[in-house]
C-alpha cells in the first residue's frame, strides 16, 4: 500500500538568542490511508512541533531545516513535498483544513470566543464547499448549516440545532471538543491529526470523545495521528505506534509488538511508566532516571544515552540509524544494530 503521509528525515530548529533547539532532528515515519497512528513520547520531545510542521504552521523564529512531508493529495497521482511549500501559499490553504485537519489539545483557544461555534463550522464548510457538492454549485449558507447540524450530530452533540448557536465559552470542556472535531470533520479530510485531545477534559468525558474518534475512523476511514504521552491511551487507539525522544523516532512498530517486545531501552522504560488504570488518580511515575536534558544540551550520539540503563561507549560516539529489528519494527539502537550487522 502506498503510505498517504511520508515524512523522511525532518529537522525543524528554533534559533533563538540563547541557541539553537533542534525541537526535530532527523524524524521519519509513514502513515497509511485509514491508519490510526499513535505517536508517543515525554513532554518536549517534539510530537507538536513534527504535527505543527505537517501542516507549516512552525512559528518563527522556527523553521524546517531539512527533510521531506510527502502527502498524496486527493486529486493528485504524485505525492507534494510539504516542506517545501510556501506556508501561505494557496496549496498549503488548500490542504491545512481541507484535506488534513487539527484537533488541538485545548479547543477553546483554536474557537474565536466573538463568532457562535456553528458560525465558525459554516464559514470552514463554505471555505472548503467544492468539498460537500455535486458538480461544482456554489454552497448556500442555508445548506451549510443543514450540514453543521448533521456534523454535531455525528459527533455525539445532543440538541444540535440549538448548541451551534452557542459561543464556545458556554460549552462544557467535553462538548468544545466535541465541536472542534466537527470542525475538523467539516472539510472531509483525509487525515486527522488530534494533539493530545483529551487533556483539558475530564476522564469520563475523555473516554467517550475517544469511543468516538474510533468509530468516525472506522465510518470515514480517515487516517488519524493521535499524539500522546500516555501509552494506555495508545493501546486504546491505535494500530501503529512511533515512539519519540528528543526529536527523533526511538522505535516504531505495530502496537502488539511495541507493548509485547519492545526493542529499544527508553520503549521498555515508557512502558514501566504506564501508570496504572485501576488507581484513582493517573500520575505518571518516575522510573525513567534522570531528566531530559535542557534542548540546548542535546547529548552527542544517542540522545537517550545519558538516562540508558544498557547505554555502551558507542552510544556516546555515534547516533544509531532506525533499523528494522523485526519483520514490520524498526528501532534506533546500537544493541540491534550489532544483531543485524553480518557474523
Ligand atoms: N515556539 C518555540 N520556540 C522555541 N522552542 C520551541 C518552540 N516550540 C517548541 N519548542 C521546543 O521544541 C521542543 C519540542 O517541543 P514540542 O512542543 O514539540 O514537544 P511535545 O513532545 O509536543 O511536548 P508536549 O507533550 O508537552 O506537548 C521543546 O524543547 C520545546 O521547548
Redesign the pocket.
Known sequence: MTPLLSVRDLRVS?A?DEGL?R?VDGTSFDVMPGQVLGVV??????????MRAILQLI?R??RITSGEIRFRRRDGDNAVDIARLPPRGPEMRDIRGGEIALIPQEPMAAFSPVHTVGDQVIEAILLHGHRWQEGGRRLRRAEARDITVGLFRDVGISMPEQRIDAFSWQLSGGLRQRAMIAMALSCKPRLLIAD?PTTAIDVTTQAQVLALLRDLQARYNTAIIF?T?DLGVIAQMASYVVV?YL?RVMEQGPVDDIFHNPRHPYTKALLRSIPSLHGATRVALPVISGALPH?FNRPPGCPFHPRCPDAMARCAAAIPSLQPVAAHQLASCFLHHDQAEPA
Not at 43 to 49: A, F, P, Q, T, Y
Open positions: 528554533f533563538l533547539v525541537a513520547g515525554e513532554s518536549g520531545c517534539g510530537k507538536s512541533v513534527t512559528e523564529p522556527g493530545e499524539i504521552h519519540m526529536g534542548p
